[in-house]
């Protein structure tokens, strides 16, 4: 449902909300339907989000990108070198927002359609282990906890090698040891078939200690038979399209498309479609 259609639905008051909710049996936390629209309305209360980000992220003043003009200056006119670096710090900064806001949304959603949560390192149940081999008191972040299974899961779209380097990898391949040490059941979630060699090393060392993997397609099927009917169909209508649409058209070689700011809006095009993203002036 697009935001126009959401804005045609008719307005209620909060009481005709409530009693519509409570006939539904959305008010019951035990009933299925209150996950299946509380995922719901989390998915879209970040898609506004974002569509407000649009709206209002600046673009960039003379203090923040200038001085990168000192590996380019030279190479092209220098109001075309300006007008490049304004746009690449915008896109910069927005993909950095919707990365951020996809994360708060797609991993909680995925957790609790496996049946568990998302747990922060303060209450984490798998505690770090130190250079001496010995479990801390230090947790570290879960994706996905399930008490009753014992099981804890690494959610990941693909396997990369982070900006850091080494650094996030080295967390990655630490982390079946320890949920291991832990007591739990350590599962790795590639959502992305690709192989690769770090990926290889990671389903290795899940393996290792216990752990299972499910990568690909399997990891889908693995998804919809763990959320059960109803809420295999909401992944079925609401995050397994866009991540199956953008995989068969992203191939690391973008098509040339045109983007225009007209002040009150930002124009981005290819010969056929449109795209527009209103803007607050």
Same mark, same amino acid.
């Given at each position: ?21 409570? /006939? ?11 996950? &299946?629209? @509380? ?9 506004? @989000?974002?569509? @407000? ?69 303060? /209450? ?7 250079? /001496? ?46 949920? @291991? ?40 099927? %693995? ?16 995050? &397994?399209?866009?991540?199956?649409? %953008?995989?068969?058209?992203?191939? /690391? ?29």
């Amino acid at each position: 449902m697009s935001f126009a259609e959401i804005n045609k639905l008719p307005e209620m008051t909060a009481d005709e909300s409530f009693e519509l909710m409570e /006939s539904a049996g959305v008010t019951d936390v035990s009933d299925i339907i209150y996950l &299946y629209l @509380k995922n719901l309305s989390d998915l879209y209360r970040r898609r506004y @989000k974002y569509d @407000k980000i649009l709206q209002n992220q600046p673009f960039p003043n003379a203090d923040q990108v200038a001085p990168r003009s000192l590996l380019e200056y030279g190479k092209c006119d220098d109001s075309l070198l300006a007008t490049w670096l304004e746009w690449r710090k915008w896109f910069f900064d927005i993909d950095n927002r919707s990365g951020q806001e996809t994360g708060y949304v797609f991993e909680p959603i995925l957790a609790s359609c496996l049946g568990g949560v998302s747990v922060s390192h303060t /209450s984490s149940p798998v505690k770090r282990i130190n250079d /001496s081999g010995r479990r801390t008191n230090e947790g570290r972040q879960v994706d996905c906890y399930i008490e009753e299974a014992k099981e804890v899961y690494e959610l990941k779209m693909r396997v990369t090698i982070a900006a850091s380097g080494q650094g996030r990898f080295k967390e990655e391949m630490s982390f079946p040891h320890e949920a @291991k040490a832990s007591g739990l059941t350590p599962i790795l979630v590639v959502f992305d078939e690709t192989e690769s060699a770090l990926l290889t090393k990671l389903k290795a060392q899940f393996k290792k200690y216990g752990g299972k993997c499910f990568i690909g397609q399997a990891a889908w099927n %693995m998804l919809y038979q763990k959320a059960g009917k109803e809420m295999s169909l909401f992944i079925q209508k609401y995050i &397994y399209p866009p991540v199956e649409a %953008m995989g068969r058209f992203i191939d /690391s070689n973008p098509q040339t498309i045109q983007i225009e700011n007209q002040g009150h809006e930002i124009i981005i095009s290819d010969n056929k479609n449109k795209y527009i993203i209103n803007r607050k002036q």
